[in-house]
T-cell receptor, first 116, second 115 residues
Framework: SQTIHQWPATLVQPVGSPLSLECTVE??????LYWYRQAAGRGLQLLFY??????ISSEVPQNLSASRPQDRQFILSSKKLLLSDSGFYLC???????????????FGPGTRLTVL | KQEVTQIPAALSVPEGENLVLNCSFT??????LQWFRQDPGKGLTSLLL?????REQTSGRLNASLDKSSGRSTLYIAASQPGDSATYLC??????????????FGQGTTLQVKP
């Protein structure tokens, strides 16, 4: 069966510090991977998605970057955190159907980031 | 631009009641629609996925319907229980998004089922 891991679960960082959040998926190959942010009262916002190793697309201009060094590993980074980077970060994966549509998207447990 | 709306934003019902959550989307050109549940401080749990060619999907006490032409989906919960209390989110995957599988989410409906 497939599982998705995120760590750390919670993180408190000072403004200007670097960030690295990691997401790994088990039990599937060549998934599409996604990073979302959920800020209080603002719903889920797609930040990055990846359709393959080294292939990253950004959805919104921001202080963050993403990388996919391995097929089932997705990393969210920042060189210098801002207060506005606080939020709940969720990683997700899905796979492409032969019909061109997508199977379900599955989410990880999330990382709660507080920037002080 | 695809927009997804969920009404109501919050709902409180007594235990045992049947209830319907609503989701509407502005562009009917979708690949699929997915319903999720989110408990406070947790990730999203997938409940049901409806492909664009389908009209409904069922899982236990849950039934989701899709009317693509009118841009609407409903999630029906039968015999609600306190454990059903959570935020319910719907999301659509839009045609024209290539091989990305990107989802566009509604703001969610927060459900409270009172014992």
């Amino acid at each position: 069966s497939q599982t998705i891991h995120q760590w750390p679960a919670t993180l408190v960082q000072p403004v200007g510090s670097p960030l690295s959040l990691e997401c790994t998926v088990e039990g599937t190959s060549n998934p599409n991977l996604y990073w979302y942010r959920q800020a209080a009262g603002r719903g889920l916002q797609l930040l990055f998605y990846s359709v393959g190793i080294g292939q990253i697309s950004s959805e919104v201009p921001q202080n963050l970057s993403a990388s996919r060094p391995q097929d089932r590993q997705f990393i969210l980074s920042s060189k210098k955190l801002l207060l506005s980077d606080s939020g709940f970060y969720l990683c997700a994966w899905s796979t492409l159907r032969a019909t061109g549509s997508y199977n379900e998207q599955f989410f990880g447990p999330g990382t709660r980031l507080t920037v002080l | 631009k695809q927009e997804v709306t969920q009404i109501p934003a919050a709902l409180s019902v007594p235990e045992g009641e049947n209830l319907v959550l609503n989701c509407s989307f502005t562009d009917s050109a979708i690949y699929n629609l997915q319903w999720f549940r989110q408990d406070p401080g947790k990730g999203l749990t997938s409940l049901l996925l409806i492909q664009s060619s389908q009209r409904e999907q069922t899982s236990g006490r849950l039934n989701a319907s899709l009317d693509k032409s009118s841009g609407r989906s409903t999630l029906y919960i039968a015999a609600s229980q306190p454990g059903d209390s959570a935020t319910y989110l719907c999301a659509v995957s839009k045609v024209g998004s290539g091989n990305t599988g990107k989802l566009i989410f509604g703001q969610g409906t927060t459900l409270q089922v009172k014992p």
